[in-house]
T-cell receptor, first 109, second 116 residues
Framework: TQLLEQSPQFLSIQEGENLTVYCNSS?????LQWYRQEPGEGPVLLVT?????EVKKLKRLTFQFGDARKDSSLHITAAQPGDTGLYLC?????????FGSGTKLNVKP | SAVISQKPSRDICQRGTSLTIQCQVD?????MFWYRQQPGQSLTLIAT?????????ESGFVIDKFPISRPNLTFSTLTVSNMSPEDSSIYLC?????????????FGPGTRLTVT
């Protein structure tokens, strides 16, 4: 059984700070997705990465996929209160998706 | 893209009763899923809703407890049967569009269930 661990579990920072959250798998990812979920809503897909070593940028968000495809990081530059939410990584394999434990981010104004 | 609606958005139910949650998509999709999310926690896949055949359940979830219907490519229901307080959770449906590495998963807003 694959385990997807995310760290840290909770993160509370001031507006303008930078942060990095991590996703580690006990086995190789088939493909990795990052989502953000705001209270009362479903998760929203941020990015999909499939190639080891891949780096993708989405405005102030930078996603890195480890060379061995067993880990990933999400770096946010100059965090804003609108970045507040639950960040989830997920592995898509055999047409199913299994989610990590999540990182709850709170950005204070 | 896909737009998904769920009904009800929330409900408070008594133990021993059943609740059916509806999921409607604005386009035809092959892959549809049901998840459970306890407040503040991550998502756990319950089952894949297959159109025209029985749902495929993940380990720990059974059809008698969570019967699923998928009568067509735009609609599915999940029933939470014989509820207990441990079933209090957010239930989400999702669909996947695209193929190969160019797929995207879209979620409904969720149904918040409280069992008393």
């Amino acid at each position: 059984t694959q385990l997807l661990e995310q760290s840290p579990q909770f993160l509370s920072i001031q507006e303008g700070e930078n942060l990095t959250v991590y996703c580690n798998s006990s086995s190789v990812f088939s493909s990795l997705q990052w989502y953000r979920q705001e209270p009362g809503e479903g998760p929203v897909l941020l990015v999909t990465v499939v190639t080891g070593g891949e780096v993708k940028k989405l405005k102030r968000l930078t996603f890195q996929f480890g060379d061995a495809r067993k880990d990933s990081s999400l770096h946010i530059t100059a965090a804003q209160p609108g970045d507040t939410g639950l960040y989830l990584c997920a592995d898509g394999r055999f047409n199913k998706f299994y989610f990590g434990s999540g990182t709850k981010l709170n950005v204070k104004p | 893209s896909a737009v998904i609606s769920q009904k009800p958005s929330r409900d408070i139910c008594q133990r021993g009763t059943s609740l059916t949650i509806q999921c409607q998509v604005d386009s035809q999709v092959t892959m549809m899923f049901w998840y459970r999310q306890q407040p503040g926690q991550s998502l756990t896949l319950i089952a894949t809703a297959n159109q025209g055949s029985e749902a495929t359940y993940e380990s720990g979830f059974v059809i008698d407890k969570f019967p699923i219907s998928r009568p067509n490519l735009t609609f599915s229901t999940l029933t939470v049967s014989n509820m207990s307080p441990e079933d209090s959770s957010i239930y989400l449906c999702s669909v996947v569009t695209g193929q190969g590495s160019n797929y995207e998963q879209y979620f409904g807003p969720g149904t918040r269930l409280t069992v008393t």
